[in-house]
């Protein structure tokens, strides 16, 4: 499994506390691609991971993020907690009354 949304999508279906955390997602997909590499993320140092981000051998943060997002926007079910605090039901009341109605009702 090595396209970035199927990482994200597992693991956003085996930990659902990682829907809510784009660093917490972040955090494991790199410490599962270090263990990949045959590396011991707990004995790794800092400024041996900093060179292998610049050199791209780590999954980009930001592409991690895209990729969660794209996935939430697609899945409504794979919304963390934080989506429906936020959103809420007065907004799919509001956009019902105006007559559009959200891609996961």
Known sequence: MSNTKDKVKDLIESVPSLRDSDTRLT????FRELEKMGLDPFEMKATDF???????KMTLGPT???ARAKL???SPNL????YFIRKGVAQDK???KLGYKPKYL
């Open 27 to 30: 955090s494991h997909i790199w």
């Open 50 to 56: 900093f060179k292998m981000y610049a050199q791209e």
């Open 64 to 66: 991690i993020k895209r």
């Open 72 to 74: 939430q926007e697609e």
């Open 79 to 82: 919304r963390g907690k934080k």
């Open 94 to 96: 509001w956009l019902d």
